[in-house]
Structures are given as structure tokens and as C-alpha cells.
């Protein structure tokens, strides 16, 4: 729980872009036709990038711990950069301080979580964590509707807030975040990975009444210290193979959803709607996100991850279209809730089915380059979705419309990679999915 606070926290730099990007441009003289409007998004996602493959790499040699630390700290300095900025380029630049400190946070604490928790409840677990992050949005909206209207700086609050907020999650993870005993047995640290086991292991047993343990002899003395990056794991066909599926899978998933939380409000205005309402429309419509992941948490361990996954993206692009024509209020609130709602419940599927595709001692670099580079996806996806949206459309269908069509064909093609590319996971070990990768990579040396 205490990294699902933490995971709360830092999702607010995540969703608030969204809702400042409209009137930041105003306000700093950016039209939306201007290539510099999207910058921000772009280069927080390719922040996201550098974040996921650096501190996703150094996880593997400093601890899960101490780069969580990090990751809030960087957040915290470009939330208060990205406040002062006096155009958009420097908001592009400290967008991208920030970015860093997200795709970190988002790889690294799917990795911390799956390897404390039991394979029983890793999927619950981790949805737990990624359900807390996404009601996020809720307060994000909610503080939205009320300061970007009324206030003349108040994009400029919605920004700066994400120090504020990353403070109480440094201090929290320093005091009570342990370690990952599975990190520490590769690095040789058996004595304190037990005391590790032993502490969880009590909570387990008071929260539960039963524990399926993590053994200090499971790992062997050659390979205790061992810590793989991403070229090493490309040296083994079997993880080369899964970390291509994977970053496609995400490649095309973060075009639809970074589509959905940072251009669908500039969507709403250019189609007409004015600034408070479309906030509002865009809050009411995104409480279907915590509520997505909330049944992604209680799906995860009884169907089978990547059937799941499929199912929810099959789901999402019917109701991307739907969300693209309906023109009664209440009908695009609907159907952009249940566009929330599919990829509120795809997240924690997805971020337990990444992570336990790999062995410990390279989990965070393949879960860092997957979701890392993926974001590639979100980074190009407004210069893909507004060109779109500002067209005039084709076959007596508007631009408007034909931009969340083309949002909802991106997730079906997610999901159609993971359902007949993807290996079963359910109920298995994190050593018997990937049991035999670091014993043949040894071999081949």
C-alpha cells in the first residue's frame, strides 16, 4: 500500500498535462497548429524514455529502493521548473525533467511489486498499486474545473503541485519502503534479504493467514550477483523474442491512451466546447479509469493476463468509436467513461504481465526498455491524433470523429499482439516463467 500512495502521488504529473496544455498556449501565444503545442507531451514522454531505461538499468545495481527515492526527488525539481516556464520551450525542456521521473516510477514500481508479493495475489497486488495511481485523475479534475477557469495562473498551480506532492511520498518510501528480497539475493545479500522475507512474512501471515514464501536458497551462489542489462538479455532468443511482443504491445497502446489524457481536451475545445466545460466533461468521464482498474485488480489472478488484456482492448476500441460520434452530453460522458473504464483495467493487467516475463536480475532493464521505448508511442501520438482531428475528414466522417477512431484502432492492435503473441503466465512463479534465461546466457559465455 505504501507504494500504491507513492505510485497516487507521482500519476499526478501524469494526468494534469491534459488539462493545462489548452490554456498554457493561450496564454503564451501557441495555436494548436503549431508544432511547438504538443512539445510538452512529447518531450515528457520521451523523458519517460530516458527514465525507464536509465533508472531501470541502475535498479539493477543501487536497489529498487534508492532509485524510488530518486525518481520523486527529479519529479519534484521539474514540477517546480515546469511552473516558472515562460514558453513553451522551457516547458518542453522541464516537461522532460518530469517525464524521467515518471517512466521510472511506472516501470520500477510494477517491478518492486511483483517481486514482494506471492504469484497468488501478484496480480490483485500490483492492481491495487496501478487502481490507487489512476484515482489520481479524480482530484486532478477535480482541482482543474475550479483553478485553470477562474485563475489566470492556475495551469501554473496544476503544475507546481506535483513538488508539493512528491514530498510526503519521499519521506514515506525512506521510512518504510523495504528493499526487494529478490534484488537482494542476486546481489549476494542473503542475511538482509532474510530479514526482509521475515518482516513481510509476518504482515503476510496477520493480513492473510497463510504465506507463499520466497526461498533464500532458490538462487544459486553463481549467479547471486549477477545483474543483467538489456544486452545481455537480448543474448538469450527466448527473452529477445518476449521483449520485441512487449514494446510493441506498448508501442501501440500508449498512441490511444497518451491520446486519450493529454489531446482529447484540446479535442473538445477545437470541436467547440468551451474550456470549463470540456474540463468537466473530461473529469466526469475519467472516474471510469480507478473504476477500470479496480476490476483489473480483482480479474488479474482468476482469467488469464494476456486473455484479459485482449478482451479490454477489443472493448476500448468500440468504445473509442462511440466516444468519436455521439454529440448528446450525456452520451459522450458514457461513452468516454467507458473508454476510461477499459484502459483503467488494461494498466495493472498489463504492468504484472510485463514484469513477470523476465528474470529478477533483469526484470527492471526489460521492464524499463519495453515500457521505455513504448512510450515512443505516446510521444509521436498527438502529431499523429491532431492533424486528424484538424482535417476535414473522409467518407462523411469529420476529423473530430476520425481521431478517436484511429485511438481505438491502436488499442485493438495492442490487444491482438499480446492475445496471439504472448506466453501464459497464470498462477506461475516468477522462476518458473523465466527459470531457465540466466543458466543458458551463462552457458553461451
Not at 468551451?274 to 472516474?287: D, R
Not at 479496480?294 to 480479474?299: D, E, I, P, Q, S
Not at 521505455?372 to 502529431?383: C, L, W
Amino acid at each position: 500500500m505504501l507504494a500504491a500512495i507513492s505510485f497516487f502521488l507521482v500519476f499526478w504529473d501524469v494526468y494534469n498535462i491534459g488539462f493545462v496544455l489548452p490554456v498554457a498556449s493561450a496564454q503564451l501565444g501557441v495555436p494548436v497548429s503549431n508544432f511547438l503545442y504538443a512539445l510538452p507531451v512529447t518531450t515528457g514522454l520521451v523523458g519517460y524514455i530516458f527514465g525507464e531505461l536509465g533508472l531501470g538499468y541502475y535498479a539493477q545495481l543501487i536497489g529498487r529502493k534508492t532509485s524510488l527515492l530518486i525518481t520523486l526527488v527529479i519529479a519534484a525539481v521539474g514540477s517546480i521548473l515546469s511552473a516558472i516556464s515562460q514558453n513553451f520551450v522551457e516547458l518542453s525542456i522541464f516537461r522532460f525533467i518530469v517525464g524521467i521521473s515518471i517512466g521510472a516510477e511506472i516501470g520500477l514500481i510494477s517491478t518492486y511489486m511483483s517481486e514482494i508479493t506471492p504469484f497468488s495475489m501478484r496480480g490483485s497486488i500490483v492492481g491495487i498499486s496501478t487502481a490507487v495511481g489512476m484515482i489520481e485523475i479524480l482530484p486532478v479534475g477535480a482541482m482543474a474545473y475550479f483553478v485553470i477557469p477562474t485563475i489566470s495562473w492556475g495551469w501554473r498551480l496544476m503544475l507546481g503541485l506535483g513538488a508539493i506532492v512528491a514530498i510526503p511520498a519521499i519521506i514515506m518510501r525512506y521510512t518504510y519502503m523495504p528493499e526487494s528480497p529478490r534484488w537482494l539475493l542476486k546481489v549476494g545479500k542473503k542475511e538482509q534479504a532474510e530479514h526482509e522475507i521475515q518482516k513481510m512474512e509476518a504482515y503476510i501471515k496477520k493480513k492473510f493467514g497463510k504465506v507463499d514464501r520466497v526461498s533464500t536458497d532458490k538462487v544459486p551462489e553463481e549467479i547471486e550477483e549477477q545483474n543483467l542489462g538489456i544486452k545481455a538479455l537480448f543474448k538469450d532468443k527466448k527473452i529477445r523474442n518476449r521483449i520485441f511482443i512487449i514494446l510493441a504491445v506498448w508501442f501501440f497502446y500508449y498512441i490511444g491512451d497518451y491520446g486519450l489524457v493529454s489531446v482529447v481536451p484540446t479535442l473538445f475545445v477545437q470541436h467547440g466546447i468551451v474550456i470549463s466545460t470540456t474540463i468537466l466533461y473530461f473529469f466526469l468521464t475519467s472516474i471510469g479509469d480507478p473504476i477500470g482498474s479496480l476490476t483489473g485488480m480483482a480479474l488479474s489472478d482468476r482469467i488469464e493476463r494476456k486473455t484479459l488484456s485482449f478482451i479490454t482492448m477489443g472493448l476500448s476500441f468500440i468504445f473509442f468509436i462511440m466516444w468519436g460520434i455521439v454529440k448528446f452530453p450525456a452520451l459522450i460522458i458514457i461513452a468516454g467513461a467507458l473508454v476510461f473504464f477499459t484502459q483503467g483495467l488494461w494498466l495493472p493487467v498489463m504492468y504484472a504481465y510485463t514484469a513477470e516475463l523476465f528474470p529478477t536480475e533483469g526484470r527492471s532493464a526489460a521492464m524499463g526498455f519495453t515500457d521505455g521505448i513504448g512510450h515512443i508511442g505516446g510521444a509521436i501520438a498527438p502529431y499523429l491524433i491532431l492533424p486528424i482531428a484538424l482535417s476535414v475528414g473522409i467518407f462523411s466522417i469529420t476529423g473530430y470523429s476520425w481521431s478517436f477512431i484511429f485511438m481505438g484502432l491502436t488499442a485493438l492492435i495492442a490487444g491482438i499482439i499480446v492475445i496471439a503473441l504472448g506466453p501464459k503466465t497464470k498462477n506461475r512463479r516468477l522462476e518458473d516463467i523465466s527459470e531457465t534465461i540466466v543458466f543458458k546466457d551463462e552457458e553461451s559465455n
